[in-house]
């Protein structure tokens, strides 16, 4: 039974990390004309209010987009998300926040596909509402993860893939290795983001080294922790790692972390850019 709603942790200042660095990511893609798709395998309810129960009862967003929504000396590398977020609040009151596949659907254009999962009842309705009669999105009730290889290689050949679990299930990160290892052998070109938290720095770790062993090259691990490691019990930081990241994005993620540590971390908290499986790997992994 799932229980995770992402209501109560939308515009988190993991939600940040997350939104700030897929979007560049779709920018990326966009430098060419031809057609690409994004496929979300835990897309969640699409947009969500702070006015509601869940925001209302953890106020998370308050550590999060509420730091930085109307900023006046934001990086470039924030500005297309921040517009996305300000574009769903018209007033001067931050009451909206656009999840991913709303933000997605603000920043691709009309050539450009959506494939939407998500599990839970509620969230899948609320979904299938926002984007009802919406020929660019399709939003289907299922696993993301085990139906993700039938979507895989896309038509357009071009693609970035979303995989941002709520780590509910205590055999969620082997079922995650096994889902992208699987994924990357049917499509190897395909710009893969997943999402991942720092609750328990041991179990991140072993999760990262099998990801790092699992033979799939060109991984770069983006990370922003905004305290200490703690003890396990509660999310301390969160990280993006990409295979196959659109060029530029480590040096851009360089530029933005420190303005995100900034912002929601008082300058305390630490981050890392760091090739996880390095380029110069795949060069060598070719010549061999
Ligand atoms: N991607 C969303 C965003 O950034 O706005 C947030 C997604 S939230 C972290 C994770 C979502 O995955 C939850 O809504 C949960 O119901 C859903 N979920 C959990 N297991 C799933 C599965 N196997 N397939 C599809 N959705 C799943």
Redesign the pocket.
């Known amino acids: 039974m799932?229980s995770?709603?992402?209501g109560f942790h939308?515009g988190n200042f993991a939600?940040v990390l997350?939104?700030s660095l897929l979007t560049l990511a779709i920018n990326a893609l966009k430098q060419k004309d031809k057609p690409f798709v994004y496929i979300?395998?835990?897309?969640?309810?699409g947009k969500y209010s702070f006015k509601s129960e869940f925001a209302q009862k953890t106020g998370e967003y308050q550590q999060g987009i509420a730091k930085l929504w109307d900023s006046q000396d934001a990086p470039p590398e924030l500005k297309d998300y921040l517009s996305a977020v300000r574009a769903e609040n018209t007033g001067r009151q931050l009451v909206r926040y656009p999840?991913?596949?709303q933000l997605v659907k603000r920043l691709v254009r009309q050539q450009d596909r959506l494939v939407l999962?998500?599990?839970?009842s509620s969230?899948v309705e609320a979904l299938q509402q926002l984007f009802a009669g919406d020929k660019q999105i399709s939003v289907s009730k299922?696993?993301?993860?085990q139906t993700l290889t039938k979507k895989l290689p896309p038509i357009q050949k071009r693609g970035l893939i979303?995989i941002?679990?709520?780590y509910?299930m205590r055999d969620e990160y082997k079922k995650i290795i096994a889902a992208l290892t699987t994924a990357y052998k049917h499509f190897a070109t395909g710009v893969y983001a997943l999402w991942y938290p720092v609750i328990d720095r041991t179990a991140t770790e072993n999760f990262m080294r099998q990801l790092e062993q699992s033979g799939i090259p060109r991984q770069l691990r983006i990370e922003h922790c905004i305290a200490d490691d703690g003890p396990g019990r509660g999310m301390t930081g969160s990280g993006m790692l990409f295979i196959n990241p659109p060029w530029q994005l480590d040096s851009q993620a360089e530029a933005l972390l420190p303005c995100l540590n900034q912002a929601l971390a008082d300058g305390r908290g630490h981050w890392r850019v760091e090739w996880q499986v390095p380029e110069a790997t795949v060069a060598s992994a070719v010549r061999n």
Do not use: C, M, V
């Open positions: 799932l995770y709603r992402h939308a939600d997350k939104h979300d395998t835990h897309a969640g309810a999840g991913s596949p999962s998500e599990l839970h969230d299922e696993d993301g993860l979303l941002d679990p709520s509910e």
